[in-house]
């Protein structure tokens, strides 16, 4: 017999460490570049509605389907709908595998980004010379290696000590500083020279730029932020004790990251309007690019930018930590492996798929399958597709599957009162099979 499941601490613990999965590089690096990318305040309103539609009844969903069946994303769905229904637990396990690939990439970005803090690369805040740094960095071959790398054994390192003391408790302290820092930010980004015009950009929509192409990346970057779609909040769920209002705690985790995201677009548009970059121009480099210069014009600004850039790696680490969880918890649950092993073995195979993500900017730039590069490939199975498919089974299996027994659970039998229950039944029986079905189509025939 296995021995029994752990739980969270508490319910500030769940929050926190939920939380630290959906706060991260999605919400600061990923977020400004995307709104850049496609149309600004338009493309923040699309979002806005994706997370209130289908981000918080999904959240409830898998965080439900967790705690009913207090196992891993494979056995979960086997225990609450029957056979077939382990195969989306298992789409999300790889989905979670190739993502944590990429995603340490970034990670190691932001621990590069430490050190130049303080060994003065970013003191000369002429554009040029940021992006110079940026892509010195991003182009080489075995510093983007070694920095991915370390990020990977960072995760290893606290998935084996298991995440209930170190990350639970690190994220208690670490994420309501990274929060200030960001207010800190926002403030000083408002008040550059040339700011305002980045603020019309973030808040005030552009329809006319509107295309299909603007629902897929909404919605792909709403799963992503969230950490839904693969089974992340599904297995945190699975830690949950089953008398927790569960209601509550998901209405805190979704409030908590889209706020995150919001600051995020308010410190880096401005800043880029600032800096004289067109929106879009800065790619996956433009929260490196710009924030830089607005350390510069503040004072103590290297205290700043390398505050900045530990708890990005912190918030990171919050993440990638639920990541690899997903995985490790599916071999340790499923086939009696040590948590030891799962995470090593785990870990060496995500290093080996981060290999071509994080050449992808350098040695293996011009290496195009489907006409991206790998990272930007991973990306985009990822976020594009397994992510909002996975999203689309999920409220298919809870809505229809489960169906009122799904509400009966929400509510823990009837003893917390949720006259709203039947509207989110039914959008996960309709609303979200066929938005999300809509968007995809979209995506990939556009
Ligand atoms: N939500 C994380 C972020 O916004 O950075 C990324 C992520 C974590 C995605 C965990 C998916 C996941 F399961």
């Known amino acids: 017999m296995s021995a029994p499941r752990e739980h969270w601490g508490s319910r500030l613990g769940f929050i926190m460490a939920a939380a630290g999965s959906a706060v991260g590089l999605g919400n ?102 940021l992006n110079a740094v940026f892509d010195h960095l991003t182009a080489g071959t075995w510093e983007p290696i070694a920095y991915a790398a370390l990020f990977t054994a960072l995760t290893a390192g606290v998935v084996i000590g298991g995440v209930g003391q170190g990350i639970e408790r690190a994220s208690k302290i670490l994420m309501p500083l990274l929060f200030l820092i960001l207010i800190a930010l926002v403030v000083r980004a408002l008040t550059l020279p040339g700011a305002a015009a980045g603020l019309e950009f973030f808040l005030i929509p552009d329809f006319s730029k509107v295309t299909g192409a603007t629902f897929t990346a909404a919605i792909g970057q709403a799963f992503f932020s969230l950490s839904l779609g693969m089974g992340a909040m599904l297995t945190y769920g699975s830690y949950m004790p089953r008398e927790r209002n569960l209601p509550t705690d998901a209405l805190a985790v979704v409030s908590l990251d889209t706020l995150i995201a919001v600051l995020a677009g308010l410190m880096v548009i401005p800043a880029m309007f600032a800096a004289g970059m067109t929106p879009g121009e800065g790619g996956a480099g433009t929260t490196f690019k710009v924030l830089p210069a607005v350390f510069d014009a503040m004072p103590g600004g290297m205290w700043f930018a390398l505050g900045f850039f530990l708890l990005l790696a912190v918030a990171a680490l919050t993440s990638s930590v639920s990541l690899l969880e997903t995985v490790v918890c599916y071999f340790v649950d499923e086939h009696a492996v040590s948590r030891r092993k799962a995470t090593a073995y785990s870990a060496v195979a995500v290093f080996a798929l981060s290999l071509p993500a994080a050449l992808s900017f350098g040695l293996m730039a011009d290496t195009k399958l489907f006409g991206m590069t790998f990272f930007a490939l991973m990306d985009y199975l990822s976020s594009s597709i397994t992510l909002p498919l996975g999203g689309l089974l999920t409220a298919l299996c809870v809505g229809w599957v489960m169906g009122p027994r799904a509400i009966d659970a929400l509510s823990n039998q009837g003893r917390i009162h949720a006259p709203w229950a039947p509207v989110w039944l039914f959008i996960l029986r309709f609303v979200a099979p066929l938005g999300i079905g809509w968007i995809l189509l979209q995506g990939l025939f556009s």
């Open 28 to 129: 600061i690096w990923k977020f400004p570049y995307m709104t850049g990318e496609n149309g600004g305040g338009a493309f923040l309103i699309i979002y806005l509605g994706c997370i209130a539609v289908f981000g918080l009844s999904l959240v409830l969903a898998e965080l439900l389907i967790g705690r009913s069946a207090q196992r891993n994303p494979v056995a979960a769905f086997r225990h609450v709908a029957g056979r077939g229904w382990p195969a989306v637990g298992a789409m999300g396990i790889v989905t979670a595998f190739v993502i944590l690939s990429f995603y340490v990439v970034v990670a190691g970005w932001t621990i590069a980004y430490m050190l130049f803090s303080v060994n003065g690369s970013l003191s000369n805040p002429d554009a040029d010379a």
